[in-house]
């Protein structure tokens, strides 16, 4: 099930280690973790629309992440490697819709995560629109990734299913 289908569109990350400090007393990767490796993929991906620490500097702008989903599919453990692929859902002109895989390097899947991304002026700091250059690129890459199917696992909501 690795997403082998779509690696030309699909932006992949640096390949990534599950650390020793990272887990916990069950004995696998403690749940605030993958959301730091889901993060570290976004660090990778954040040249390519022109974000970064020299964007910051330039310009007094960033962004804040305003929501995140996880899921959790399976478990990893010290020493695994794993990498994420990203893709771009949606996009306006203060605000971004990114839904990422967390993989193992043997081919399954691990975790799901889902998140929208604010663009923020940090003299208010405030919710502002992008540059057009960084517009362009996600323009750009949003024009790939809506060929993809919509993931089963992104707008899900949380909640206890009952029965009728």
């Given at each position: 099930?690795?997403?082998a289908s779509?690696?030309d569109?699909?932006?992949?990350?640096?390949?990534?280690?599950?650390r020793p400090?990272?887990?916990?007393?069950n004995?696998?990767?403690?749940?605030?973790?993958?959301s730091?490796?889901?993060?570290?993929?976004?660090?990778?991906?954040?040249?390519?629309?022109g974000?970064?620490l020299?964007?910051?500097?330039?310009t007094g702008?960033?962004?804040?992440v305003?929501?995140?989903?996880?899921c959790y599919?399976?478990?990893?453990?010290?020493g695994?490697q794993v990498?994420?692929?990203?893709?771009?859902?949606?996009?306006?002109?203060k605000r971004?819709?990114?839904?990422q895989?967390l993989?193992?390097?043997?081919?399954?899947l691990a975790?799901?995560?889902e998140?929208?991304?604010?663009?923020v002026?940090?003299s208010?700091?405030?919710?502002?629109?992008?540059?057009?250059?960084?517009?362009?690129?996600?323009?750009?890459m949003?024009?790939?990734?809506?060929?993809?199917?919509?993931p089963e696992?992104?707008?899900?909501?949380i909640?206890i299913?009952?029965?009728?």
């Amino acid at each position: 099930m690795a997403p082998a289908s779509h690696p030309d569109i699909l932006f992949r990350s640096a390949p990534m280690a599950v650390r020793p400090e990272w887990i916990d007393y069950n004995g696998h990767l403690n749940m605030a973790y993958y959301s730091v490796l889901m993060d570290h993929s976004v660090d990778d991906l954040y040249p390519q629309f022109g974000f970064g620490l020299d964007y910051l500097k330039t310009t007094g702008c960033t962004t804040y992440v305003a929501e995140f989903h996880i899921c959790y599919v399976r478990e990893l453990h010290e020493g695994d490697q794993v990498y994420a692929t990203v893709q771009l859902l949606d996009f306006d002109e203060k605000r971004f819709h990114l839904y990422q895989e967390l993989w193992h390097s043997d081919g399954w899947l691990a975790a799901t995560g889902e998140g929208l991304t604010l663009h923020v002026d940090q003299s208010g700091p405030r919710v502002a629109p992008m540059p057009e250059t960084i517009l362009t690129n996600l323009r750009q890459m949003h024009a790939a990734h809506r060929t993809l199917p919509w993931p089963e696992r992104a707008g899900r909501r949380i909640g206890i299913a009952r029965k009728g």
